[in-house]
C-alpha cells in the first residue's frame, strides 16, 4: 500500500519561513521525481516544485528564490523549505510522487496559511 504522509505547515507570518515534509512508503522512492503542488481558494491546483531522481529541480516562477525543494533517498522524504513567505502563498499544499512515466500518488495535503 503506498503512502505518502505529509507534515508541516500551519500559520505563519509574512516574511516567515515554512517547511513541509512527504514521507514515503510502498513505493521505490529514489526512482520517483517528487513534486510539491498547492492549490489556493477557488483556483487550480499549480505546481511549485519539482525535483527528479537524480536532483534536478525546477521551480514555479512565483517561488523562485525563495523556496526550496529537496530529498533524502535514505529516509524516503521530499521536503519544501518556504521562506520569504507572502499571504499568496496561502494554499493547500500536496506532495505529489511520480510523473508522465510512472503511476502518481499523492499526500493528504496540509494547509499553509500566510497573514499578512
Known amino acids: 500500500q503506498v503512502q505518502l504522509v505529509q507534515s508541516g505547515g500551519g500559520l505563519v507570518q509574512a516574511g516567515g519561513s515554512v517547511k513541509l515534509s512527504c514521507t514515503t512508503s510502498?513505493?521505490?522512492?529514489?526512482?520517483?521525481?517528487m513534486a510539491w503542488y498547492r492549490q489556493a481558494p477557488g483556483k487550480q491546483r499549480e505546481l511549485v516544485a519539482l525535483?527528479?531522481?537524480?536532483?534536478?529541480?525546477n521551480y514555479a516562477d512565483s517561488v523562485k528564490g525563495r523556496f526550496a525543494i529537496s530529498r533524502d533517498n535514505a529516509k524516503n522524504t521530499a521536503s519544501l523549505q518556504m521562506n520569504s513567505l507572502k499571504p499568496e502563498d496561502t494554499a493547500v499544499y500536496y506532495c505529489?510522487?511520480?510523473?508522465?512515466?510512472?503511476?502518481?500518488?499523492w499526500g493528504q495535503g496540509t494547509q499553509v496559511t500566510v497573514s499578512s
Open positions: 505529489r510522487a511520480g510523473d508522465l512515466a510512472s503511476p502518481i500518488y
Open positions: 510502498g513505493i521505490i522512492f529514489s526512482v520517483n521525481s
Open positions: 525535483i527528479t531522481s537524480s536532483g534536478t529541480t
